[in-house]
């Protein structure tokens, strides 16, 4: 990793780098400046108030962050993949980004902050992007305890997109305009939100304490949970990995309140599918309820560092001819055989029980056992079963 901030400059030739370029001072005299030819560059992460000049180089990620002091009216064109032979891009903070003969490997990222420059004014930049190919766009949302709506976001090719159109009960400081774009997801980051998202391909993450979200007839690609509180999935399909995580910037503030820890999320399935590829468990106390199904999940594919998850399980008990059957005894079996009572099954011949799953023991198997006409039938129950668990 090689980062500059503040002041300072470098200038870098005939390398091999990951090179970051970080946030500058409190005016644009504090640029960092970085002057780059005829090298390899793995990840370049851009502000407005850097200047980047790179020639005849080649970079393997490129992300622009818009966070920026001051407000203004862009309009960015040709970001592709391939080769560049001139883009210039000035911003009114003083920065530049300039690319001469240089090879893009992926698709760009787009970075779209709340930045509180204090005295009340938040700024805000508003984009408009023509003819670009995007790998993700993320757009903050800021603390706000009404219900914002957010639906219909798109990926592929995009004709015609404004992301303020889409976002109702929320007055952004920012904006994205997509024209003739292609993009493999928007990527919504919550920070103390409200939110029902609808009817949409994305990411979704969430940041800090007290967030509160419906995701309802849409597609994730990744869902990283940094925050505590709510969040709904209603016919969902999740793909890439499902993470529960402490948040990255606890002390952090957006419009004057703190994000907080987080690390204690309270997910709630109905009707959806995880398609991912891990689960990923680094957090305090975490909630699972709800149905879900599990679709070629493996426990291998389970990685556990900290953290208890709750997970509750639906049951139903039917007969053989697929009637419920009502108020029947349902016992939950330890790892160790060691039986414990966890309710009757009411009319519709269901109960929910839970398991507290830790870095111990969440590989190891529970099973069920219950009487349905006289015969003991048993089910076994591990971390990531599909549910409503069905036992017949």
Known sequence: MFSIGGKSSARISNSELHVRIG???SSSEDSPEIDVTNSTISFLYWNPRSIARISHSSIGRAVLDFRGGESENLTVEDLKTGKLEHMMLKMAEGGLLELTGTQIALPWSANFEILDVGGGTIAGKNVTFKNCNFEHIWCKIPPIKERVEIFELPSGHVTLFDFQEHVHGLDLP????????TLNSFKIELQKATVLIRDSDLMFHCHGDGND?????????????YGSGRVVFDNVIINGSLELLFCMNPDLRIYGERLGKGGNPNIIFTNSTLKIKVIVVACKNATISGTVATSGLSLENVNWYSGTVKRYFPL??????GNPVID????LLNPRGRAANVGRTDESGRLVFNIDFTETNFKKVWRVCTQIEGEKVYRQVTFIESTPLVMQ
């Open 23 to 25: 946030l500058a001072g």
């Open 174 to 181: 920012y904006n994205v305009t997509l024209s003739d774009c």
């Open 213 to 225: 979200a419906i995701v309802r007839n849409c597609r994730l690609v990744n869902h990283f949970n």
């Open 316 to 321: 139903i008990v039917k007969d053989r001819e």
């Open 328 to 331: 029947v005894p349902v016992q």
